[in-house]
């Protein structure tokens, strides 16, 4: 039955070939009923046949002469995209199986959380599903049995569910960090020059055309002639987020290209609402891809699944084989824009395209999103191995090698901030939030 | 409760079928393979719930429990279970309304596996109920022909008793089909 509200009205039919076969319950009473005729022929006690004669009885009432040979499936997702953890409603239907009893199984695929319900009878039921990380997930199949009034009889068929995007969850971040010196463009920051904003800027004297509504009648009577406010002008910022996809580390679902992913797709969450014009550069091993600034809550969609796909196939990021961070186009790294780099800072090319791009006069801002360290082998009671203490001293020799990059690239202006993945990302950027970066060429 | 019931019923065809236990025909072995059908058909239904993990890379320890675990669903445990009771029973002298009870006891397990296992209410044996009411008499009419006295001494007379006890059950085989038929119309 159809409802206005039905969820599955509009969602095109596709029908299913049905395979019928005994069900488990008719095997257990055909093995009773044979078990007793064969006891009571070979041992010659007719009480065995009656034991036999109920599951005979049941099994000669529930011959079917009718089934469906194939039913219609309806599907249908509440949403095709997602994000990490989100949930999606699944709504299945099925037609045409008559006054049968259908129950539903699923069987969720790879990084697919299906909810306490896997299983449900009715004719239309709804399941719940969440991907747990990001990336394209099959949400798995569908088992559907359709049985009997009998229940001697079972019809199976198997569905593929479809494919679900998930979006890596954007974690919590509030403030952004702003230029000193902003672009001339429209927009929503305070710049540090006089225009035609809210934000009280100063007092000059009055010049012929100043409206009226400005003077500042205190001062100009402080002053003894006509003095008017002015007000800080507001522009926007060219962000560009670069997501190091070079190298990869820690554990699956909180390693650092992840963190990388969610770091970036939260900044350009909050510096589009912010309306600011954002753009993103994914860097990886053999080239380079890329996404222009742009403003607007379409970008942030554009920004993610261009940082997902890395070869941008059916994105509308550009792509480049080894292209260096140097040579890309001026609309992909606009002059003047705050560079966010998000990356473990374990690539030594990555590292030193950062210096390039620093001498060259980019105002940016690291984060490190390498929260992992090489393992070593735990210290035991009766002291340590040699091989304990070689990997010490190799992690401890990783560390200051570590602590070297992010002491060079500071040394070189460019502040490099820890991210743990699991705190908000305005923690570590708040110190950075309160003044402006200044730009230096 | 539902799954529960599964496990009580088996093992108290167990119990029914065994006591007083036998020493001859393999009791001890038709007793083991009744006691495992039951416990491993039980233990079946409890972990039928537990979702089994997908992920591509597994510990040997988890691969070792997804193989026990698909072990437990393809080996037909009710099966064993049903034949090591009847193997029991059979093992006593004859006793027809001990059986009968046995056989509405076995009845009751299958039945109550096959509830657990789909996850569906008892309601759904409603449309069944006359035809397991048919059953019932069947079972008392084949206990009542072997309380019958034979009509002469041999093997002649109980193999009498015991055709006319077949023929019963065929007659109403044949017969119940057409008195249970669905006459409503088909959606």
Sequence with gaps: VTTPQDPLLHVPARAFELHWRSSRHARRLLTLSLAGV???????????????????????AGRTRDRPARIVVRMRLSSAQTFEGEAVALDVRAEGHGARHVRWTLYPGAEINSGDVSAADGAQVRFIVAARR?????????????????????????????VLDCYPGPVDQQITVALRRLPNRFGERVARIAGE??????????LPGDRQRSINWPASTRRGRLQVNTYAGEHSQDVVLLADATSDAGEPGSSAHDLALRGAAAAARAYLEGRDRVGVITYQWDGVSWLTPRLGRRQLYRIIVSMMISRPLATTASWARGARLGRLPRAALPPGALIVVFSPLLDQRFVESLRNMRERGFTMLVVDVLNAEPPVQRRTPWGSSARANTERMARQLWQMEREAVRFSLRELGVPVVPWDGVQSLDLPLARYARRPLAVRR | ??????????AGCVVWAAAPLVHTGYSYLALLLAILGVAAGALRLALAALPVPGDTYLTAATQYWIRFLKILQLVPWEEGAVVGVLWLEVLH?????HTAVLGAALIAYLLATHLAESGASPRVLRPQARVLGAGAGLLALGAGAAMVPATGPGAGSTLLRLVAAGLLIAAAVLVLPYVTSDTRPHA
């Excluded at chain 1, 064969?38 to 000669?60: C, D, M, N, Q, S």
């Excluded at chain 1, 990001?134 to 479809?162: F, K, N, Q």
């Design chain 2, 1 to 10: 409760m539902t799954r529960l019931s599964p496990a009580v019923l088996g």
């Design chain 1, 38 to 60: 064969v006891i009571a022929l070979i041992a010659r006690r007719p009480e065995f046949a009656g034991v036999a004669a109920p599951a005979l009885v049941l099994l000669a």
């Design chain 2, 93 to 97: 002298p004859s006793r027809p309304w």
């Design chain 1, 134 to 162: 990001w990336g394209r997930r099959r949400i798995g199949t569908m088992s559907v049995v359709v049985r009997d009034r009998w229940r001697l009889a079972e019809g199976h068929l198997s569905v593929i569910l479809p």
């Design chain 1, 197 to 206: 904003g809210i934000e009280f800027f100063g007092v000059r004297q009055y």
